[in-house]
């Protein structure tokens, strides 16, 4: 039974490194028009594992999250022009959104359920505001560049797009190990009866606290990338609320509560959407909306929750023949 | 009494919620290896001593002490930490979990003062499944399980968690009288195992008055008799609080 477990364990190793090592040589392949578009996969895969990280395994929604995504923007913007090479500046911006997360998660994490999600909107639209009027620093309303890459914008998309690859790996690496490990029962724990949990010795503020600074971390790296992609950044595109609705939906298409979930959620979404732009274009969001409302009905586990909670059931029903058979 | 036997020692705590003392000073001890009864009618206030001696409600006034310390400030999960712990009168398994993981988290955050990595835990947790004879249930989802189950696995839960006091409140509520003959084995087994100390709030009065080596009734928030199971029944105040003064006079008269 084990030596089986190991054996399915290594398979799907063996095909996620396939599936990497794929990813990493298709650019040579394909036109800039598909790196952009993979490269918005990554990058929503990304958000959409953080998102499922507080909503899928904690049950806390962070409706709001997108600030962390806009602070690692703006950080990285700030700290670049001021003449910080990158693989500095994006770092830092991601330390202070981090900061950002421990310091509003002690207040708003008291609260549960839709007022923590309605919570971190408002917070999302006070952060917003400040960026908005501190023309000073970051340009106010009419946004800020990035500094210029010299380089012909093939490569540079290339690199984008292997950044934004990497970033979802290791995202999606470090949140199979956090929610595998003891702190990651404490997370589930938290989703599944707070009070419980309490009571069982689980120090549930810390826990909270720290799993939203996980989300903000790998949140605002995305930010930051982003930000250096595009070139230039405002406020009402990077504080938007579409970007987590999105990832909500990639998550709960894919399957909230599993590690690959969002990552087939984007794929899906993305590539639905894509579709959707250049067919029908005011029909677009009415589309997500009905998928939604469809998958929550029918299908509310997600693609991936589906298939492993089959894939368990018959495990059950195989280990109690076995039983009727063997007594 | 040997004053180093005591591990668990309430002195006089009250909640108030505002003019309704649901808890009025109230005091007991607790001596290792014990069994303490807390018994009385519907709204005598047996919970709410468990939640404030659990730390999840703040006391209006008093102070708990367990093994010598102060904990009457702490917060749930560091009374846990320390080894007082309880179950919940209503079932509070953690939803969307395995049984086998309900009982894993008891084992992975319960005491902090011993190995509890993974491994250890899931071995723990493996124990004590043999132990309440969950081993068969265990990869099924808290979901698809019966409530006797779930009883014995709020349960299995607590003593995954290694504590030294359990608060047990109503294992045994919605049990049918095969059931709580079980579980009362179960308790009495454990107990002597484990060398556990048990607060047993219970309403069936034939496991309380079977399994307790103390009773303790409360009525309106006051303790109003404690001792031996057979003084108990016998006193005055419990069967007037139970029964009503008409009937006590009666019982007493003859």
Redesign the interface.
């Known amino acids: 039974m084990v030596t089986q477990d190991d054996n399915k364990f290594n398979k799907n190793i063996i095909l996620i490194i396939a599936a990497v090592i794929i990813f990493i040589f298709l650019p040579n392949f394909i036109s800039g028009y598909y790196i952009r578009i993979f490269t918005a996969i990554f990058m929503y895969a990304t958000i959409s594992q953080c998102i499922n990280l507080m909503s899928g395994y904690m049950g806390y929604l962070p409706f709001g999250h997108v600030m962390f995504f806009g602070i690692g923007a703006y950080m990285s913007a700030i700290l670049m022009k001021l003449g910080l090479p990158v693989f500095i500046a994006i770092p830092m911006a991601c330390l202070s959104a981090i900061i950002v997360s421990i310091i509003l998660g002690f207040p708003v994490l008291r609260l549960r359920g839709h007022y923590f999600a309605i919570a971190t909107i408002g917070m999302n639209g006070a952060i917003m505001t400040v960026v908005q009027n501190a023309t000073e620093i970051t340009g106010g309303a009419r946004g800020t560049t990035f500094p210029i890459i010299m380089a012909s914008p093939d490569v540079v998309y290339r690199y984008f797009y292997l950044a934004m690859l990497f970033l979802m790996v290791i995202t999606s690496l470090v949140m199979y190990v956090v929610v595998n490990?003891?702190f990651g029962?404490?997370i589930?724990?938290i989703?599944?009866?707070e009070?419980?949990?309490?009571?069982?010795?689980?120090?549930?503020t810390f826990t909270k606290v720290t799993t939203w600074a996980i989300a903000a971390l790998f949140t605002s790296i995305a930010g930051g990338i982003y930000g250096y992609w595009m070139s230039f950044i405002a406020p009402d595109e990077v504080f938007d609320l579409m970007f987590i609705t999105n990832s909500i939906i990639m998550m709960l298409i894919g399957g909230a509560?599993t590690i690959l979930g969002p990552i087939f959620g984007a794929f899906i979404v993305e590539t639905v959407s894509e579709v959707a732009w250049s067919g029908f274009m005011q029909y677009h969001l009415a589309a997500l909306g009905i998928a939604t409302i469809v998958i929550v009905f029918f299908v509310p586990r997600g693609v991936i929750g589906t298939i492993t909670d089959k894939i368990?059931n018959r495990?059950?029903e195989l280990?109690k023949k076995a039983?009727v058979t063997n007594g | 009494m040997a004053d180093n036997d005591i591990i668990l020692d309430v002195r006089s705590i009250s909640k108030h919620f505002g003019a309704l003392k649901a808890v009025d000073k109230v005091s007991f001890q607790a001596r290792k290896g014990e069994i303490v009864g807390l018994i009385g009618p519907n709204g005598a206030g047996k919970t709410t001593i468990t939640n404030l001696v659990?730390g999840?409600l703040r006391k209006t006034e008093g102070e708990v002490y367990f093994k010598g310390i102060n904990v009457s400030r702490m917060?749930?999960?560091q009374i846990?930490?320390i080894g007082l712990?309880?179950t919940?009168q209503v079932v509070?398994?953690?939803?969307?979990?395995t049984v086998e993981?309900n009982i894993?988290?008891?084992s992975?955050?319960?005491?902090?003062d011993r190995q509890?990595?993974?491994n250890h835990?899931k071995k723990t947790a493996h124990e004590i499944m043999e132990l309440v004879g969950l081993d068969?249930k265990k990869?099924?989802k808290v979901s698809d399980v019966t409530l006797p189950d779930l009883k014995r696995m709020e349960f299995a839960?607590v003593l995954a968690?290694d504590p030294e006091v359990i608060f047990l409140d109503e294992v045994m509520a919605g049990l049918n009288p095969s059931e709580v003959e079980e579980s009362m084995e179960l308790v009495k087994n454990i107990r002597t195992e484990k060398q556990l100390t048990i607060v047993y709030i219970e309403h069936i009065m034939k496991a309380v008055m079977g399994i307790s080596d103390r009773i303790i009734v409360l009525h309106h928030g006051q303790k109003i008799c404690e001792g031996s199971p057979t003084e108990v029944c016998d006193n005055p105040a419990v069967i007037e609080a139970y029964l009503g003064k008409k009937y006590a006079k009666e019982v007493i008269k003859s």
Not at chain 1, 195 to 204: E, K, L, V, Y
Not at chain 2, 92 to 97: D, E, F, H, S, Y
Request: zero cysteines; hydrophobic letters at 30%; glycine letters at 10%.
């Open positions: 490990s003891k029962y404490g589930r724990s989703k599944a009866n009070d419980a949990a309490n009571s069982m010795g689980i120090n549930t509560g368990r495990r059950i280990s039983e | 659990t999840e917060q749930p999960f846990a930490r712990t309880r919940y509070k398994p953690l939803q969307g979990m993981e894993l988290v008891g992975l955050f319960g005491r902090s509890n990595d993974l835990a068969k990869e099924f839960r968690m």
